[in-house]
């Protein structure tokens, strides 16, 4: 595997189901990133974690939790969803100590709640 | 605070003809500046970057763009649309250091016309 790859690429849950999304970089990079794209939205930024440390939180709801277990993987838990939360969630890495900060990103999830 | 415009959610060219995406910015210190494309179900991919020297930057797919910083400007262009073009198209800001986040524009929808 190369880059940024995330699982599963499609997800259709239900309201009261507990799903995570995943994300593996093969970068050696040091940064991740959740972000969120909806239809006419800009690209809505999550959660940031630097040497798995979490450094933002853009008030995301508490329905989604985020985990950094270290730095090549990165976790999203859903729970208890609303249908406005279907989106494409994608994930980001990149490299910030002395570098331009260039962020590379995965396929993303396509995410459906019912 | 920075932030970024994107004029004309929806861009339509002939094959072969020039493509102009605009991308006006606003920030209190010169920023970093990127271009983005995304296909279809699928992630960002990075088409360009300026940090700082050469103002003219050229990046993939015969894409290049200038930073102007007079006009606070990071336009894209393509001296010849090609049908594979077609795509949406993000500019996105950073500060030059001491961060790690972006700012994306609302993106650009690049229709290729045969």
């Known amino acids: 595997e190369t880059g940024v790859t995330q699982t599963p690429r499609h997800l259709v849950m239900g309201m009261t189901n507990k799903k995570s999304l995943k994300c593996e970089q093969h970068?050696?990079?040091?940064?991740m990133y959740w972000y969120k794209q909806s239809a006419k939205k800009p690209l809505e930024l999550m959660f940031v974690y630097n040497f798995k440390e979490q450094t933002e939180n853009n008030s995301v709801p508490s329905r989604f939790s985020p985990e950094c277990p270290n730095s090549s993987h990165l976790f999203l838990h859903l729970h208890t969803l609303q249908p406005e939360d279907s989106a494409l969630y994608l994930c980001?890495?990149?490299?910030?100590?002395?570098?331009?900060?260039?962020?590379?990103f995965g396929p993303g999830t396509r995410l459906t709640v019912l | 605070a920075q932030s970024v415009t994107q004029l004309g959610s929806h861009v339509s060219v002939s094959e072969g003809a020039l493509v102009l995406l605009r991308c006006n910015y606003s920030s209190s210190v010169p920023p970093y500046l990127f271009w983005y494309v995304q296909y279809p179900n699928q992630g960002l991919q990075l088409l360009l970057k300026y940090t700082t020297g050469a103002t003219l930057v050229k990046g993939i797919n015969g894409f290049e763009a200038e930073f102007k910083k007079s006009e606070t400007s990071f336009h894209l262009t393509k001296p010849s649309a090609h049908m594979s073009d077609a795509a949406e198209y993000f500019c996105a800001v950073s500060p030059p250091s001491g961060t790690y986040k972006y700012i994306f524009g609302t993106g650009t929808r690049l229709k290729v016309l045969a």
């Open positions: 970068l050696g990079h040091n940064a």
């Open positions: 980001a890495s990149s490299q910030v100590s002395g570098g331009t900060n260039e962020q590379f």
